[in-house]
């Protein structure tokens, strides 16, 4: 069984551009959620989707924006990056139930904005 | 709304000597509580949960938490550290075990030799 994975592990990004992250669920999992990790912080809740539907966000602007395909797995866009996005961006999936099954997470992208 | 307090970021022991990493919460409602674990340039590991029944709880590697209910804390204890416990420690709340976790600012276990 393969577990949560990630892409990419790293990357650098200037101020104003766009970038997208990938995660893709542990297998029978139907429900993804992203978390944004600032340095030295815990993780703070972006958002969830549930059958590719979102289910759920947090108290992040609209530039953040994700997608969930029929396979489940799952993309996190952030349009306009700005300095404060840099950190460690964390995707944990789980299912099949709706919101009553424990989360495993992936090992993160890390993203730094100059 | 909830809200979880970790009373140490960093939380420095020897090895072989015990360790309580404090967590306090705040909710009007029921919760769910986790600890969770993070080593170094890693995701975050699920190391114990409470979700209902006995108020402590206890992982297959000699961590154990208890919850308490009066004083909204679910710390976490182990009475032997190894080097390898060396970690950052989350502990988390969500109103159920799929959804929204709300994450405390961590603690930084440092065992030393």
């Known amino acids: 069984e393969t577990g949560v994975t990630q892409s990419p592990t790293h990357l650098i990004k200037t101020r104003g551009q766009q970038v997208t992250l990938r995660c893709s669920s542990q297998?029978?999992?139907?429900?993804v959620s992203w978390y944004q990790q600032a340095l030295g912080q815990g993780p703070q809740f972006i958002f969830q989707y549930y059958r590719e539907e979102e289910n759920g966000r947090g108290n992040f602007p609209p530039r953040f924006s994700g997608l969930q395909f029929p396979n489940y797995s799952s993309e996190l866009n952030v349009n306009a990056l700005e300095l404060d996005d840099s950190a460690l961006y964390l995707c944990?999936?789980?299912?099949?139930?709706?919101?009553?099954?424990?989360?495993?997470f992936g090992p993160g992208t890390r993203l730094t904005v100059t | 709304a909830q809200s979880v307090t970790q009373l140490d970021s960093q939380v420095p022991v020897f090895e072989e000597a015990p360790v309580e990493l404090r967590c306090n919460y705040s909710?009007?409602?029921?919760?769910?509580l986790f600890w969770y674990v993070q080593y170094p340039n890693q995701g975050l590991q699920l190391l114990l949960k409470y979700l209902s029944g006995s108020t402590l709880v206890e992982s297959i590697n000699g961590f154990e938490a208890e919850f308490n209910k009066s004083q909204t804390s679910f710390h976490l204890r182990k009475p032997s550290v190894h080097i390898s416990d060396t970690a950052e420690y989350f502990c988390?709340?969500?109103?159920?075990?799929?959804?929204?976790?709300?994450f405390g600012q961590g603690t930084e276990l440092s065992v030393k030799p």
């Open positions: 909710s009007s409602v029921s919760v769910y």
């Open positions: 944990a999936s789980s299912g099949p139930g709706q919101g009553n099954d424990e989360q495993y």
């Open positions: 988390a709340v969500s109103l159920n075990q799929g959804g929204k976790l709300i």
């Open positions: 297998s029978g999992h139907n429900t």
